[in-house]
């Protein structure tokens, strides 16, 4: 039953006020639920949390798309499959681009948990989720002539040095 609820107890806890409300309808994405506080949202691991005066609940239906999102040759929505992993999901929009960090890869669940892609550990994708394929940091072309440069300085410093010590 949606609606506004008055905390009846000091430290009512969520798992309290879904029982209120009726509990979950057949059509709720139980696992995209979502709780703000002062604007933010909470991640939650289970329902055991204290409710406090302006908390919101938001119970999704499911979204049945993942968001690809950085990186990507198409960034967008992608249809869900129970059972993908994040990489099939990667390929169906249409695989990384040549600015991408294969290796740095965040998944942020519906409700709002966060994990990244470990090299050998292949994450789990949730009805909703959204992947980000971040982009490899550019790194500065190795310069010679620096290089050279700055040897140079040192080297004639420390004869400097020497040749001070030695008079």
Do not use: C, M
Not at 72 to 95: C, H, M, T, W
Not at 130 to 157: G, L, M
Request: charged share 20%; hydrophobic share 40%.
């Amino acid at each position: 039953i949606p609606g506004v609820y008055t905390l009846q107890k000091r430290w009512e806890e969520l798992d309290d006020l879904l029982l209120r409300a009726g509990g979950f309808s057949e059509k709720a994405y139980i696992d995209g639920l979502k709780l703000f506080r002062d604007g933010k949202q909470i991640v939650l691991s289970d329902y055991n949390v204290s409710l406090f005066d302006g908390d919101s609940i938001y119970v999704p239906q499911p979204a049945g798309t993942i968001e690809v999102l950085g990186a990507v040759n198409r960034p967008g929505l992608v249809q869900y499959e129970e059972g993908k992993s994040f990489k099939d999901y990667i390929i169906n929009a249409g695989g990384y681009n040549t600015e991408a960090d294969k290796n740095n890869i965040i998944i942020v669940s519906s409700n709002g948990y966060v994990t990244t892609k470990k090299l050998l550990f292949n994450v789990k994708v949730s009805n909703g989720a959204s992947i980000i394929v971040n982009k490899k940091e550019i790194e500065e072309p190795f310069d010679i002539t620096q290089y050279a440069t700055s040897i140079a300085s040192i080297v004639s410093s420390l004869a400097t040095v020497y040749l001070l010590v030695n008079q």
